[in-house]
């Protein structure tokens, strides 16, 4: 003799396949998430890095004795840094925050290298991400005299 309680059992079986099937497209959306989260930062960086390279560089090449940096005589109010906007080289409407620093004796973090006709700067990109998070890069350089 056969038992025909099987009434139901359809219903119990798509219930546990939906829910099994939803747990699997919201784990690949996470991960589709974060990819696409750490991808964005790291063009970010490579492009905040870039910058920080640049201005670095272009301190290294600049006369000292020329007004092309005035930026660096001393200020109280702006703690001698020159904060400037450099847009993105990729990205429409998306902007970096430079901001560039003659470094003292006292804020020199190696003092082997701090002489009077050694110059170093510190300059950090910063920027806000996709999860309006404030991310930085600092880099600091040298210039002798």
């Known amino acids: 003799m056969k038992i ?3 009434k139901g ?3 119990v079986d798509a219930l546990i396949a939906s ?3 939803s747990i699997a497209i919201v784990g690949i959306i996470k991960v589709f998430s974060y990819t696409t ?3 964005s930062y790291n063009e970010h960086y490579n492009e905040a890095l870039m910058i920080a390279k640049t201005e670095i560089e272009n301190f290294r090449l600049s006369d000292n004795r020329s007004n092309d940096m005035p930026l660096f005589t001393p200020n109280s109010t702006t703690n001698n840094a020159l904060v400037t906007t450099v847009a993105s080289p990729n990205k429409p409407n998306f902007n970096y925050t430079v901001t560039k620093k003659i470094l003292t004796a006292t804020e020199v973090t190696d003092s082997a290298i701090t002489t009077s006709t050694l110059n170093t700067i510190r300059v ?3 920027w806000t991400d996709i999860s309006n998070h404030i991310r930085s890069v600092q880099l600091e350089g040298y210039r002798y005299e």
């Open 37 to 39: 989260t750490t991808a």
């Open 19 to 21: 829910v099994l099937l």
């Open 124 to 126: 950090t990109v910063s």
């Open 9 to 11: 059992w359809l219903l």
């Open 4 to 6: 025909s309680n099987q």
